[in-house]
């Protein structure tokens, strides 16, 4: 008997292979619906994506960054300022930083943003200025007070029967670091404010930066100490061995304005085991730019250069192996003069200063023009007189 003439073995009268073939087909049928709804999701989802990123790269709208959020409110209202006077914004925007503060003085001055305070530090440190090797610290005070013991305690040997006797007691001395105003008034034409595509705080920290670094290096140098900070060449000096405190050590070159004809490095040894070997460890020579010119032509009794250049990006030149700094405020050789010193002066000198700077925006008193006025209260002095020696080109 044929298979049609059989009875039907499957569902609705269908063979088990005909039943698993519609079953199939089915199953397929409905696959193929499901990825095609993934794919249109798929596709919409890309849409979307590329749709937000177009926004986020649209010079009208700001970087999707917290950092951007989080400075773009000051950078907004201190700009305002400076451009057109508004302090609306910077009365109510709140600082955060223990040296800075939100309140508005009388005056009208206001305290720049953290931004523009680091860049104009930034240039300072980068400058030949003696704050590269002092000792630099921030106060909040009007002064600051550096104790240094400048002498011994008394000791003695004891035995086993004999009463010990009073030894001598170390001395003290104070030296106050007064704080002085520092100040610059740049200006610039109203227009250029009201330019858009003008870096206002570039230009204003590049002036303020330009003025603060001349005086600065000057004043740590050559400063009289009135109303300015004192300078280490100011000082008194005496024969290195016979100087009391107050004074600075000097060795003199045995010709004035010169060196020695016959052996002429022999003075620059001789300034170098001038300095205690406590201090010697952590020494610099200090010379400004045509003193040095002088100095690299000098050789040892071997006929080998005294100086040598930096073998490295960035390291300075030495001058029979310790650093050199290039201050060109230092004098240039001549009758008696002081031009080159040497000396630890992380301890021998003292830079004190407030972190903070000051900006009072003045649009009236110089017309069309708007004035800025930057103040910052810095101070320096010797700190240790046994830390400095200087070279006099004296006979």
């Given at each position: ?5 059989r009875?039907p073995?499957g ?20 696959l ?52 057109n ?5 910077l009365r109510g ?28 530090k ?20 009007t ?24 030894t ?11 704080l ?31 003025k603060?670094i001349r005086?600065e ?25 016979s100087?009391?405190w ?22 620059l040894?001789?300034?170098?085991y ?5 201090y ?9 730019s ?6 690299r ?17 960035g ?7 310790y ?37 009072l925006?003045?649009?009236f ?11 910052k ?19």
């Open positions: 008997m044929s298979e049609t003439e009875g073995d569902p609705g009268g269908l063979s088990p292979a005909e039943a698993v073939k519609t079953a199939l087909a089915g199953f397929v049928k409905d193929g619906t499901f990825q095609a709804e993934m794919n249109s999701k798929f596709q919409k989802q890309e849409e979307r994506l590329m749709m937000l990123d177009r926004k986020s790269l649209t010079r009208a709208r700001p970087a999707l960054a917290a950092a951007a959020e989080a400075e773009a409110p000051h950078q907004k209202a201190f700009a305002a300022y400076v451009r006077g508004d302090d609306d914004g925007l709140e600082l955060e930083g223990k040296a800075m503060s939100t309140a508005v003085a009388g005056d009208g001055g206001y305290l720049v943003d953290p931004q523009t305070s680091e860049r104009i930034g240039v300072l440190n980068d400058t030949a200025s003696l704050r590269r090797i002092a000792s630099v610290v921030n106060v909040e005070a002064s600051y007070d550096v104790l240094i013991d400048t002498s011994d305690a008394g000791v003695g040997w004891a035995d086993e029967t004999t009463a010990t006797a009073e001598g007691t170390p001395a003290i001395e104070r030296i106050t670091i007064p002085h105003e520092l100040s610059a008034l740049p200006k610039v034409s109203q227009r250029l404010l009201d330019d858009s595509a003008f870096d206002i705080e570039g230009w204003l920290s590049g002036r303020i930066a330009e603060f005086a290096a000057n004043a740590f140098v050559n400063g009289d100490g009135s109303d300015k900070p004192t300078g280490f060449l100011t000082h008194p000096t005496a024969d290195s061995g100087e009391t107050g004074e600075l050590g000097c060795i003199k070159t045995g010709v004035d304005g010169d060196f020695a004809g016959v052996n002429p490095a022999d003075a040894v001789d300034l170098v001038a300095l205690g070997a406590e010697r460890a952590g020494a610099t020579f200090v010379m400004n045509k003193t040095a010119g002088t100095v032509k000098l050789k040892d009794g071997d006929g080998r250069f005294l100086w040598s250049d930096g073998l490295a990006a390291e300075p030149a030495r001058l029979m192996g650093p050199v700094l290039i201050a060109e405020d230092m004098p240039n050789i001549g009758v008696g003069s002081l031009s080159i010193a040497f000396g630890d002066f992380a301890a021998g000198y003292t830079i004190a200063e407030r972190p903070d700077l000051r900006i925006r003045d649009p008193s110089a017309k069309p023009h708007v004035l800025f006025y930057a103040t209260r810095v101070g320096g002095d010797v700190s240790d007189f046994k830390a400095i020696k200087l070279l006099k080109f004296a006979a």
